[in-house]
């Protein structure tokens, strides 16, 4: 890991700020109340502080090595105690050498140097305690911000995993009821039967080219959707019919792809095929509070048998919408006399 004091300037501004501190109380603590000369004691400051800031900043070599990955706690401890009393024993030596070496006439100024030697230790042995704290305080939040990121793009892939086999799940199923229904027209009405197939075709290329995308607008996936129940009409001729009532916010809304698609097919499958009489899918969209509902909704008839199915469709939708808006009230479904009603509700 790169030695964040030469890579992040926040740090080094920190850093430095914390060194002038220090370098002003020693000046104090030297000049007024031990009544030292003030050159005296602004290069005893100057050259101390000094020399420490390029100890302090080696020290990060030293923690990042000592982790607990590496080592036991206990280990970590004696390292560092055994670190401390080394490096506070080269800061007084270096010090030392040097600012006798200024002041070796300064008979008064020496023989203070001397005597405060055993507090100096003290003094750096403390510095290092504090500079060694702060850096594992850094080691940790780096590592535990890399982990937040690794976590989120981790959750991502996953997340888009699990929505591309949901939308993938889709299409199978769609193809199998489209290509049942051209399989009963082979024979019965072999030009229905053509036709079918083109539009199946047609509307296959157009379901493909926009697979990899998430979302799109409301009013793209409408189109789709017509272009299914065109195939399906094809079949049931007069007996299915279409409706729509949108706000116009409502197209430029953007949607999960193929969202709108299993509402269709279940209508089909559960309304179309099972009545007698005209079957309606009614698709509104409108404004309520913080979210736009989409209804599907159509008639059917209460007294015929229910087909059995997978219950892919609307399940699948109720689990695309958690995974993307993490919400889990995103549909409802209601069914009253003759009225099948399936609402989504898309957050703003």
């Known amino acids: 890991m790169v030695n964040p004091f030469l890579k992040s300037k926040k740090i080094f501004s920190a850093y430095l700020i914390a060194w002038l501190f220090i370098f002003l109380v020693h000046f104090t603590v030297m000049s007024v109340f031990l009544s030292l000369d003030y050159q005296a004691a602004l290069i005893d400051a100057l050259v101390f502080n000094l020399i420490y800031v390029a100890l302090g900043i080696s020290l990060w070599y030293t923690v990042n090595f000592n982790s607990l990955e590496n080592y036991s706690a206990s280990k970590?401890?004696?390292?560092?105690?055994?670190?401390?009393?080394?490096?506070?024993?080269?800061?007084?030596?270096?010090?030392?050498?040097?600012?006798?070496?200024?002041?070796?006439?300064?008979?008064?100024?020496?023989?203070?140097?001397?005597k405060s030697l055993v507090w100096r230790f003290l003094i750096g042995i403390l510095f290092y305690t504090v500079i060694v704290s702060v850096d594992y305080v850094i080691i940790y939040y780096t590592n535990f911000q890399q982990k937040l990121l690794r976590e989120a793009e981790l959750n991502s892939l996953v997340k888009e995993a699990e929505l591309k086999t949901l939308k993938y799940q889709i299409n199978p199923h769609f193809i199998f009821n489209s290509l049942n229904s051209i399989s009963s027209l082979t024979l019965s009405n072999p030009k229905r039967a053509q036709d079918m197939t083109i539009k199946l075709s047609s509307f296959l290329r157009g379901t493909l080219s926009k697979n990899e995308k998430q979302k799109n607008k409301l009013s793209e996936e409408i189109n789709n959707a017509k272009l299914y129940l065109d195939i399906e009409k094809i079949r049931f001729a007069d007996k299915l019919e279409f409706s729509e009532e949108l706000q116009e916010e409502c197209k430029e809304l953007e949607v999960p792809g193929m969202i709108l698609q299993p509402l269709f097919e279940n209508a089909i499958k559960h309304g179309v095929y099972e009545s007698?009489?005209?079957?309606?899918?009614?698709?509104s969209c409108k404004?309520?509070?913080e979210y736009f509902r989409i209804t599907v909704e159509n008639n059917f008839d209460p007294e015929a048998v229910p087909r059995k199915g997978e219950g892919i469709g609307i399940k699948n939708i109720q689990n695309r919408l958690k995974i993307i808006y993490n919400q889990n009230n995103l549909v409802s479904v209601e069914k009253t006399n003759n009225i099948f009603r399936v609402n989504i509700f898309i957050p703003v």
């Open 287 to 289: 404004m309520e509070k």
């Open 76 to 114: 970590i401890f004696l390292n560092h105690a055994a670190a401390s009393v080394i490096s506070s024993g080269i800061w007084i030596l270096i010090g030392y050498l040097t600012v006798k070496n200024i002041f070796t006439a300064n008979l008064e100024y020496n023989d203070f140097l001397y």
């Open 276 to 283: 007698l009489e005209k079957v309606v899918i009614k698709l």
